[in-house]
């Protein structure tokens, strides 16, 4: 069955430091999305992608994030300078249509020291 | 705005025991209803959904009932089992455009045998 992979499941980085999350969505589906959970909060919408851009994105996804899709394959979330409060599970998900099912991931735990 | 409040947990049941997660909502518009499943070392799963006032959704013996007039959308099970344990979360989505699922915080279930 197909399924949406995240890489890495764990990541540990220094405060300031940059850090790419990966994900590889389902092979037909067009749109991708970027959520996080802090440990023992609510899953928060990051952003979503279509076409090669960004379609919305939370207030949360400020000028440290971004999202790219550079190989057709892979979608990524860059956080370019960690703040301790980034440590979070990030989750990716993709669906096939606009208001089809979302599909996740296993989702990659970010932790920032 | 648009929110999701689900009981909070751990929730630990027995085997065979009735489950019931609550889960209430607060919606601009009108939503989809949602309810994801996450077992242990696994991505976030749809478990079932309610388009609209009054459907119930149900799979794997799970059930829940969108009910527009308390705005709720609890999650149940007749008898649970130890394979049920995982962390169950409440969303919705508006139905026009292409909004985000908005998350409840998560209940952990732990089913004992």
């Known amino acids: 069955e197909p399924e949406v992979t995240q890489t890495p499941s764990h990541q540990v980085t220094q405060m300031g430091q940059e850090v790419i999350l990966r994900c590889v969505p389902i092979s037909n589906h067009l749109y991708f999305y970027w959520y996080r959970q802090i440990l023992g909060q609510k899953v928060e919408f990051l952003v979503s992608f279509y076409n090669n851009e960004i379609s919305e994105k939370s207030e949360i996804f400020d000028d440290q994030f971004s999202v790219e899709r550079p190989d057709g394959s892979n979608f990524t979330l860059k956080i370019r300078s960690t703040k301790l409060e980034d440590s979070a599970m990030y989750f990716c998900a993709s669906s096939q249509t606009e208001t089809g099912e979302l599909f996740f991931g296993e989702g990659s735990r970010l932790t920032v020291l | 705005g648009n929110s999701v409040t689900q009981m909070e947990g751990p929730v630990t049941l027995s085997e065979e025991a009735f489950l019931t997660i609550n889960c209430t909502y607060t919606a601009t518009g009108y939503p989809s209803l949602f309810w994801y499943v996450q077992y242990p070392g696994e991505g976030l799963q749809l478990l079932l959904k309610a388009t609209k006032a009054d459907d119930k959704g149900s799979n794997k013996g799970f059930e829940a009932t969108y009910r527009k007039e308390t705005t709720s959308f609890h999650l149940e099970k007749g008898s649970v089992q130890v394979s049920d344990s995982a962390v169950y979360f409440c969303?919705?989505?508006?139905?026009?455009?292409?909004?985000?699922?908005?998350f409840g915080k998560g209940t952990r279930l732990s089913v004992i045998a």
């Open positions: 969303a919705l989505r508006l139905t026009s455009g292409n909004t985000p699922l908005v």
